[in-house]
């Protein structure tokens, strides 16, 4: 698959589980994003990474921890979760000096 | 915090008319607003943005237009087609930050044959 490609699809946790989404881009660009997207809600931004550094964290819970080994990968690992945290969790790149985001199709998390 | 406002969050109407989506935002610095649209189980992809130099850019059926004195910009799609139906959003870069796109809590488009 070409572009943004995230992992798992689909994804049922219980709250004491621990759990990693994946997403790969194969654009060559150099920052990475984690949306959450809740129904009836903005999508909210989570993470940006730049050249594999955290530019931003909009104040994400600590049970949220992002991970960057490269420019091409971003995980979002998971611990603890609540059912609140149920969510499409979206994963987007960019050229850093260009603005447009290209997005992955998403983790549908489930938090039982 | 920097906010962005979307309306309506529904939206109905006949093939053929136009659909109109207005959104203000709160940071005076925003220079780069972006329309998103997220067809139903698909990601959302980018279908037209504008910069704060410019007070509207047309595409085909779309057009945006931006009034940075009012803080507001507003996506057109004329002639609609039923496979315009789906959520749109709205977004607006905040300054001062990488990249930080701040998005409206969406419009669901719905285009009746």
């Known amino acids: 698959e070409t572009g943004v490609t995230q992992t798992p699809r689909h994804l049922v946790m219980g709250m004491t589980n621990k759990k990693s989404l994946k997403c790969e881009q194969h654009?060559?660009?150099?920052?990475m994003y984690w949306y959450k997207q809740s129904a009836k809600k903005p999508l909210e931004l989570m993470f940006v990474?730049?050249?594999?550094?955290?530019?931003e964290n909009n104040s994400v819970p600590s049970r949220f921890s992002p991970e960057c080994p490269n420019s091409s990968h971003l995980f979002l690992h998971l611990h603890t979760l609540q059912p609140e945290d149920s969510a499409l969790y979206l994963c987007?790149?960019?050229?850093?000096?260009?603005?447009?985001?290209?997005f992955g199709p998403g983790t549908r998390l489930t938090v039982t | 915090g920097e906010n962005v406002e979307q309306h309506p969050s529904t939206l109905s109407v006949q093939e053929g008319d136009s659909a109109v989506i207005k959104c203000t935002y709160s940071?005076?610095?925003?220079?780069?607003f972006p329309w998103y649209k997220q067809e139903l189980g698909k990601r959302p992809q980018l279908i037209i943005d504008?910069?704060?130099?410019?007070g509207e850019k047309k595409d085909q059926r779309i057009a945006v237009t931006l009034n940075k004195t009012a803080k507001h910009f507003s996506l057109h799609i004329t002639e609609t087609q039923p496979e315009d139906s789906a959520v749109y959003f709205c977004?607006?870069?905040?300054?001062?930050?990488?990249?930080?796109?701040?998005f409206g809590a969406g419009t669901r488009l719905a285009v009746h044959p």
């Open positions: 987007a790149s960019s050229q850093v000096n260009d603005d447009e985001q290209y």
């Open positions: 654009l060559g660009h150099n920052a």
């Open positions: 990474y730049n050249f594999k550094e955290q530019t």
């Open positions: 940071d005076s610095a925003s220079n780069y």
């Open positions: 504008i910069r704060s130099n410019v």
């Open positions: 977004a607006a870069r905040i300054s001062g930050g990488y990249n930080k796109l701040i």
